[in-house]
């Protein structure tokens, strides 16, 4: 099985002209985080189906901001961790709820938002679904359009599972930081996957240690081709 990076297509090249000014509507702050140096935050840990309206604090967490008090940081993890699944790291910078904002214009079967956001028209969803990949979980976004015939734009919730191998890492940078949860390190020049770390169970995810790579499988590769969906690149990430 083959291992492959979902990549948009490079910039000016793209046949769709939409647009959108988006955002999840709640965040941790980044983290002014006193074990790595500098700060952390990079908002690619995201769950657009966990709603935090109900929490006291949801009004905080509406905003952006580089917390300086590890404590503070620490206690507003531990309010949302409940609402997440159970070993999420919760990363400084950790997004959630659906998207919200605006957009116009069409809309290629599958783009990225940003590296991390995989948005899919629903007619794409269905036919993916209808094709048996595993672990399409989608979540309705909150997009207003002003036009006739807007698309349903939805964004898959990709599960974090699978780590880049240590053997492309910088020395001393394997573990998360044992304060913030965070890894510091940008994404290696020739990545390799981990291959014991790979989930046999989902067709695509994205890596617990560089949570903006979004992994696809040669199988959701392969659909994606046969499907003729047009805008999407992919670099293979070979395991070892
Ligand atoms: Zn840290």
């Not at 935050?41 to 604090?57: I, K, R, T």
């Not at 994205?206 to 003729?228: C, K, P, Q, Y």
């Amino acid at each position: 099985m083959k291992f492959y990076k979902l990549d948009s297509v490079p910039y000016g090249t793209s046949r769709y002209k939409g647009e959108y000014s988006a955002e999840h509507p709640w965040g941790l702050p980044g983290l002014q985080c006193p074990t790595c140096v500098g700060s952390v935050g990079d908002m690619s840990e995201v769950y657009p189906d966990v709603d935090l309206s109900g929490l006291p604090e949801a009004k905080q967490l509406e905003k952006a901001w580089l917390e300086e008090d590890l404590e503070r940081f620490k206690r507003l993890r531990e309010i949302v961790r409940p609402l997440v699944p159970p070993g999420a790291p919760l990363a400084p910078g950790s997004q959630f709820g659906p998207l919200v904002g605006s957009a116009r214009g069409n809309f290629a079967q599958i783009s990225l938002l940003d590296p991390w956001a995989v948005i899919l028209r629903r007619d794409a969803l269905e036919q993916l679904q209808a094709e048996g990949l595993r672990g399409l979980k989608a979540c309705r976004t909150g997009l207003r359009f002003r036009q006739r015939n807007a698309p349903e734009l939805m964004e898959l919730y990709v599960e974090m599972h699978g780590l880049l191998h240590p053997d492309c890492l910088p020395p001393g940078k394997v573990s998360p930081c044992g304060t913030c949860g965070g890894y510091a390190f940008s994404l290696p020049k020739q990545p390799l996957l981990d291959r014991a770390s790979l989930p046999e169970h989902l067709d695509v995810f994205r890596l617990r240690n560089f949570t903006s790579v979004i992994v696809l499988t040669e199988r959701f590769a392969d659909t994606l081709r046969r499907l003729g969906f047009e805008e999407f690149s992919l670099r293979e990430l070979p395991p070892r």
